[in-house]
C-alpha cells in the first residue's frame, strides 16, 4: 500500500502541499480532483520520487521512497506512471518504446521484452501499431501507448497525472476506456483527473485537493452526492 | 650591437598604430563587401524563389560552387584568373569581388528563406487588399521575412567579416597579415596575436550577442 | 581574347599527389569533427548544467571559437604557442585549431538541441525506472543527434573547407601540396582551378552521403 503522512512540497517559497495524509490500498482505484493549482499532479511526483519532497514521508509498501538509502530506480519499477503529455519517445517504434525499459531497467534479453512489449500493446488495442512511429499515432493512441509502456515494468501501482487532459475530446473516450479496463483487472490506481464521469463510475474512493490541501475524501456517492466543504460543492458546481 | 636590436626590435606605439590602420582596413573590405553583396544576395534569393526550375538550373548551381570551394582557392583563382582576362586587379579589388561574390552566395539561401517564411494566406491577403506585387515585397515580406531571417544575415555578414582576414594571402595587408608582419619583426606572436584577437572578437561578440537578444524578443 | 596559355598537362601528372593530399585533407577534417563532437557535446553540457570556472572556461573556449577568424586561430595555435614553448607541427596545428573551431560551433548546436527535447521525455524515462544515464544515452541524446544531424553535416563540410587554411602554416593538405606545385611550375590558376574541383567534388559527396546515411538513420 501507499502510505502518505503530513507530506509537505514546496518550489521555492511557493508551498504547495500542505500536510497530506493519505493511504491508498491494494487494488484501489482512487482519483484525485480539484482546480488547476491545487497540487494534486505534484501529490503524484512526491510519490514516485521525480520531485525531493520538504517535510513527512512517503512509503510504499513500507519503503520509504524519499530516504538515501532507497533504490529509487527500483522501487519506480513499481509505481507506473502517465503523464498529460504522453512523452512518446519519437525516436522508437511503438514495440521499441515498450520494450526498452525492461531491457535497460529489468535486465530482460531482447526477445523476451519484445514479446512483454508486444503483448502490453495488444493489451491496450494497439496490436496493429507495433512497427509505428509515435508521430504516425493520433494522441490517444500515443496515451495508450505510453499506458502499455508503464505496464510493460509490471507495476503495482499505476500513477495517471490528468493522463486526458492534452487530448482532443473525441481521442478522450478511447484512453478512459483503457483505465476503466485496468481498474476492471484490479490495478491500483491513483488517477489526477478532469474527467468527473470517470471519478464517479470507476474509483473506489475520490479525493478533492483545494490549495494544497487534501479538503476531502471519500466514496464517489458522498463526494459527489453529498459534499460536505463548502469548496468541494462550489467546485463541483463549476465543472458540471 | 645597435642595428640588430632596431631590427628584432620590441613592440613599440607605432606598432599600435600600424595594427590599428591595418583593423580599419579589415573593416573598410568587410563592409564594402558585405554591402554590395548583400543587395546582390537578397536579389539573387528572389530570383531563387520566384524563378523556381529556371533559377535551379542556371544561378543556382553557380552559387552553389561558391560556398562549396574554400575562400581561399576562390581568392587565389580569381587574383590568378583576373590578369589573363586583362583585368587589371590589385590584391584590394579581387578581394572586394570575390568576398562580395562569397557574400551573395551565402545571402542568396538567406533571402530565399526569408521570402519563404512568409506564408501564402498572408501574402493572399495582402494582395486582397489591393496591393500591387511590389507593395507587397516592400510592405509584408521585407518587414516579416526580414526579421526572420535577420539573425542569419547577423550570421553570415560577421562570417565574412572573419573571412576577409583571408585576403592576406594575396598581400593585402589586413589585421590578421599586419599582425604576422609585426610578429615576424618583434618575435612577440603573443602579445600581437591577442591584440588582433582581442579587435576581432570586440566587433564580432557584441553584434552576434545584440542579434541574438533581437532574436529572443521577436520570437515573443 | 587570350594572350594566357593554358598548361594543363604539368597539373594531370601530379593528380595522383594532389588526390593523395585530399585524403589527408578529409583525414585531419574528419579528426578535427570527431573531437569536436566529443567537446563540443562536452562543452553544451557544461554549459547547460554547470557553474564556477569550468563554466566560464566552456563559456570563453565557445565565443573565441566563434567570434574570431579560424585563420587566426590557428596562427595562435601555431605561433602565439610558441611564446610559451609549445612548437606544434603543421599537422597538429591544423587539427587542434579545426578542433578548437569545430567544438565551439557544435557546442552551441548541441545546447540548442538539448534545450529543443523537452524536459518530460527526461521525467517519462526516469518515472519507467531508468538511471539518469539510461535516460539520457538512450532517450535525450539519441533525440539531440537528429536535431543537430544537419547542423554536423554543415559543420563538416565547413571543416573541409577550413582545413585548406592549413597551407597558410605549411601544411602540405590538399591546398598546400597546390600551393607547392603551383609555386613549382608558375601554372598557379591550372593548379587551383583543379584544385576547386576537388574541393567541390568532396563536398558534394559528404552531402550525398550524410543524406544516405539519414535516411537510415532517421526513420521517424
Redesign the interface.
Known amino acids: 500500500m501507499i502510505q502518505i503522512r503530513d507530506l509537505h512540497k514546496y518550489f521555492g517559497k511557493l508551498h504547495v502541499l500542505k500536510g497530506i495524509d493519505l493511504d491508498v490500498d491494494k487494488g484501489e482505484v482512487l482519483s484525485v480532483i480539484g482546480a488547476s493549482g491545487s497540487g494534486k499532479s505534484t501529490l503524484l511526483y512526491c510519490i514516485?520520487g521525480?520531485e525531493p519532497i520538504q517535510q513527512g514521508a512517503v512509503e510504499v509498501d513500507g519503503t520509504d521512497v524519499h530516504a538515501k538509502s532507497t533504490d529509487i530506480?527500483?522501487l519506480?519499477?513499481k509505481?507506473?506512471?502517465v503523464?498529460q503529455?504522453w512523452?512518446s519517445?519519437?525516436?522508437?517504434?511503438a514495440l521499441e518504446n515498450v520494450a526498452?525499459?525492461p531491457k535497460?531497467?529489468?535486465g530482460k534479453t531482447k526477445a523476451e521484452a519484445r514479446e512483454i512489449a508486444a503483448k502490453q500493446l495488444a493489451h491496450v488495442g494497439l496490436g496493429e501499431k507495433v512497427d509505428v512511429?509515435?508521430?504516425a499515432l493520433s494522441g490517444g493512441q500515443q496515451q495508450r501507448l505510453?499506458i502499455a509502456?508503464?505496464l510493460a515494468?509490471e507495476p503495482e501501482y499505476m500513477l495517471f497525472d490528468e493522463a486526458t487532459s492534452a487530448l482532443d475530446p473525441e481521442l478522450v473516450g478511447e484512453v478512459l476506456e483503457t483505465m476503466r479496463m485496468l481498474a476492471e483487472e484490479g490495478m491500483t490506481m491513483i488517477c489526477v483527473t478532469h474527467e468527473m464521469g470517470f471519478a464517479r463510475d470507476v474509483s473506489d474512493r475520490v479525493a478533492y485537493f483545494h490549495q494544497g490541501v487534501m479538503e476531502e475524501i471519500g466514496p464517489p456517492a458522498q463526494i459527489f452526492g453529498d459534499a460536505q466543504s463548502e469548496h468541494t460543492q462550489k467546485f463541483l458546481a463549476n465543472v458540471r | 650591437m645597435e642595428p640588430t636590436v632596431s631590427f628584432f626590435s620590441g613592440f613599440t606605439p607605432n606598432d599600435l598604430l600600424f595594427l590599428g590602420e591595418a583593423a580599419l582596413r579589415t573593416l573598410w573590405i568587410s563592409v564594402l563587401s558585405i554591402s554590395i553583396g548583400t543587395v546582390l544576395g537578397v536579389a539573387f534569393g528572389w530570383i531563387l524563389f520566384e524563378g523556381k526550375w529556371a533559377a535551379a538550373l542556371t544561378i543556382a548551381p553557380v552559387l552553389d560552387i561558391f560556398r562549396s570551394v574554400p575562400l581561399i582557392i576562390q581568392l587565389v583563382l580569381f587574383y590568378n584568373f583576373a590578369p589573363i582576362i586583362g583585368l587589371n586587379f590589385g590584391p584590394f579589388a579581387s578581394g572586394v569581388v570575390i568576398l562580395t561574390v562569397y557574400t551573395a552566395a551565402l545571402v542568396a539561401n538567406v533571402a530565399r528563406g526569408g521570402i519563404e517564411a512568409v506564408d501564402t494566406p498572408m501574402r493572399r491577403a495582402a494582395r486582397s487588399l489591393g496591393m500591387s506585387y511590389w507593395q507587397d515585397l516592400r510592405h509584408v515580406v521585407l518587414p516579416i521575412g526580414g526579421r526572420a531571417v535577420f539573425p542569419a544575415w547577423v550570421g553570415v555578414a560577421l562570417g565574412v567579416m572573419k573571412d576577409s582576414a583571408l585576403v592576406s594571402v594575396l598581400g593585402y595587408v589586413e589585421l590578421l597579415k599586419a599582425s604576422q608582419i609585426l610578429m615576424t619583426r618583434t618575435q612577440e606572436p603573443f602579445l600581437i596575436l591577442s591584440i588582433a584577437g582581442a579587435f576581432y572578437f570586440a566587433l564580432s561578440y557584441p553584434i552576434s550577442r545584440y542579434a541574438a537578444f533581437l532574436e529572443k524578443r521577436w520570437i515573443q | 581574347m587570350f594572350d594566357y596559355n593554358f598548361h594543363w598537362r604539368p597539373v594531370m601528372k601530379s593528380l595522383p599527389d594532389l588526390l593523395e593530399a585530399a585524403l589527408l585533407t578529409l583525414q585531419v577534417a574528419v579528426l578535427a569533427m570527431a573531437l569536436g563532437i566529443v567537446i563540443g557535446l562536452a562543452l553544451a553540457l557544461i554549459r547547460l548544467h554547470m557553474r564556477g570556472p569550468l563554466l566560464w572556461l566552456a563559456s570563453s573556449w565557445v565565443e573565441l571559437a566563434r567570434n574570431t577568424p579560424a585563420l587566426f586561430q590557428l596562427f595562435f595555435f601555431g605561433f602565439g604557442l610558441g611564446a610559451f614553448g609549445l612548437h606544434l607541427s603543421p599537422y597538429m596545428i591544423v587539427l587542434v585549431g579545426l578542433t578548437f573551431n569545430c567544438a565551439g560551433y557544435l557546442a552551441e548546436n548541441f545546447r540548442g538541441g538539448f534545450q529543443a527535447v523537452p524536459d518530460t521525455q527526461l521525467r517519462a524515462s526516469r518515472s519507467l525506472g531508468m538511471t539518469a544515464w539510461q535516460a539520457y544515452t538512450r532517450i535525450v541524446i539519441p533525440q539531440v543527434l537528429r536535431i543537430v544531424y544537419h547542423p554536423i553535416t554543415n559543420q563538416m563540410v565547413w571543416a573541409v573547407l577550413m582545413s585548406s587554411l592549413g597551407m597558410l602554416v605549411g601544411f602540405r593538405e590538399l591546398s598546400g601540396e597546390t600551393q607547392f606545385f603551383a609555386s613549382r611550375t608558375f601554372r598557379i590558376f591550372e593548379y587551383f582551378a583543379v584544385t576547386a574541383v576537388i574541393y567541390y567534388v568532396i563536398v558534394k559527396l559528404i552531402l550525398l552521403g550524410s543524406r544516405l546515411l539519414a535516411t537510415r538513420l532517421f526513420r521517424y
Open positions: 514516485n521525480l530506480n527500483k519506480r519499477q509505481l507506473g506512471m503523464f503529455q512523452n519517445f519519437p525516436h522508437l517504434t526498452l525499459a535497460l531497467v529489468k512511429y509515435p508521430s505510453a509502456r508503464a515494468m
